[in-house]
T-cell receptor
């Protein structure tokens, strides 16, 4: 069953702690993306990766970090420097990073920082 | 700032009513346009996209969208909605020279009353 998995579905952390969100895809896609979804603001791009061992900042990268050591995995770390980390985080992938490519989304992780 | 605007935050319709959701963008040059949909409890998925050719694009489930370059618009339409169309709809844009970097609108929540 091909697709994108994100875990966990819900995550709770104390303020000041770093937390890592998992994203795995078995679609053999080269490009992967992380978005943040807030009510009334749509989705905003945090980081994206066009190929293994490469990634670029999106529009709201401050307070976040990523790695892309394997093609199928693109974990996102929400650091203590992120001022407002409570949000719904969506991971996506596409065949490659052409601008016409369809992006396929995972189910999301809802992070709540207490 | 470059942006994507969806005019309606929440639309409520009765079954069989016609639907039009507005989307405007502020980018110059060549763009690619997408509508994504998020049904309750499901992943965000592609409804339709436009990148060249006929400006009237047909998507899944009877949806269509028209690209009007002079108006910087890509409105989504459906002649007769069903209760199962209840979802959140997102317009997204990227520029041809920016790879997979999508800029999303704020989203429109559609509620269809049976």
């Amino acid at each position: 069953d091909g697709g994108i998995t994100q875990s966990p579905k819900y995550l709770f952390r104390k303020e000041g702690q770093n937390v890592t969100l998992s994203c795995e895809q078995n679609l053999n896609h080269d490009a992967m993306y992380w978005y943040r979804q807030d009510p009334g603001q749509g989705l905003r791009l945090i980081y994206y990766s066009q190929i293994v061992n490469d990634f670029q900042k999106g529009d709201i990268a401050e307070g976040y970090s990523v790695s892309r050591e394997k093609k199928e995995s693109f974990p996102l770390t929400v650091t203590s420097a992120q001022k407002n980390p409570t949000a719904f985080y969506l991971c996506a992938s596409s065949i490659d990073s052409r601008s016409t490519d369809t992006q396929y989304f995972g189910p999301g992780t809802r992070l709540t920082v207490l | 700032a470059q942006s994507v605007s969806q005019h309606n935050h929440h639309v409520i319709l009765s079954e069989a009513a016609s639907l039009e959701l507005g989307c405007n963008y502020s980018y110059g040059g060549t763009v690619n346009l997408f509508w994504y949909v998020q049904y309750p409890g499901q992943h965000l998925q592609l409804l339709l996209k436009y990148f060249s050719g006929d400006p009237l694009v047909k998507g899944i489930k009877g949806f269509e969208a028209e690209f009007i370059k002079s108006k910087f618009s890509f409105n989504l339409r459906k002649p007769s909605v069903q209760w199962s169309d209840t979802a959140e709809y997102f317009c997204a844009v990227n520029k041809n020279n920016q790879g997979g970097k999508l800029i999303f609108g704020q989203g429109t929540e559609l509620s269809v009353k049976p």
